[in-house]
């Protein structure tokens, strides 16, 4: 069963305008999220991250909010840039006692229209 | 370039052979870790290893074999695989506790694996 959710497979916005990527999560023991970009034929690198002591993280134009009574988190790039254009995984952690494992989502395909 | 390294980029092999997959880092990181990712799905986890020992294999077939001789080295040794398997295999390494929750893992840029 699929512990992270990104339900919308894609995403188009204009220059501009601001991105909004959704994730939702069911178990209630991650504490710790993230947020990837991937570009083709590259592997994902590191974007944002939030604890789940916080509901917001900003870092220039990314800004994570974490909802957890909803188990729903969202990524905000205001302005989008066409350079922007990517497939957004959202990951959540679940601390183990071999270490830390990340679930991931199925990804989005965002697309900002220059 | 990311610090983890992976060889071959694209691999084309039959059902009959064997072939490996290559990942290297030099980010001084103790767990490396293989992923799978098929179209429409999320990455999937297929080994863990820490500080050279395996510690997660989440139900993958036995055609795939890990091997970790080194906390830099991680191999994946494919034998027999079947069309299905076609993927991107990722790589990724971490480095312990905090840091890793907080930055997560540094992939490699994948082996794009298509059996035939």
């Known amino acids: 069963d699929q512990q992270v959710k990104q339900n919308s497979p894609s995403l188009s916005v204009q220059e501009g305008r601001i991105s909004i990527l959704n994730c939702d999560y069911t178990n209630s023991m991650f504490d710790y999220f993230l947020w990837y970009k991937k570009y083709p034929a590259e592997g994902p690198t590191f974007l944002i991250s939030i604890s789940s002591i916080k509901d917001k993280n900003e870092d220039g134009r990314f800004t994570v909010f974490l909802n957890k009574s909803a188990k729903h988190l969202s990524l905000h790039i205001v302005p989008s840039q066409p350079g922007d254009s990517a497939v957004y995984f959202c990951?959540?952690?679940?601390?183990?006692?071999?270490?830390?494992?990340?679930?991931f989502g199925t990804g989005t395909s965002l697309t900002v229209i220059p | 370039e990311t610090g983890v390294t992976q060889t071959p980029r694209h691999l084309v092999m039959g059902m009959t052979n064997k072939k490996s997959l290559k990942c290297e880092q030099h980010l001084g990181h103790n767990a490396m870790y293989w992923y799978k990712q098929s179209a429409k799905k999320p990455l999937e986890l297929m080994f863990v290893?820490?500080?050279?020992?395996?510690?997660e294999n989440n139900s993958v077939p036995s055609r795939f074999s890990p091997e970790c001789p080194n906390s830099s080295h991680l191999f994946l040794h494919l034998h027999t695989l079947q069309p299905e398997d076609s993927a991107l295999y990722l790589c990724?390494?971490?480095?312990?506790?905090?840091?890793?929750?907080?930055?997560?893992?540094?992939f490699g840029s994948g082996t794009r694996l298509t059996v035939v």
């Open positions: 990724a390494s971490s480095g312990a506790g905090r840091t890793t929750l907080s930055y997560g893992y540094t």
């Open positions: 290893y820490n500080f050279k020992e395996q510690t």
């Open positions: 990951a959540a952690s679940e601390r183990k006692v071999t270490g830390n494992q990340f679930y």
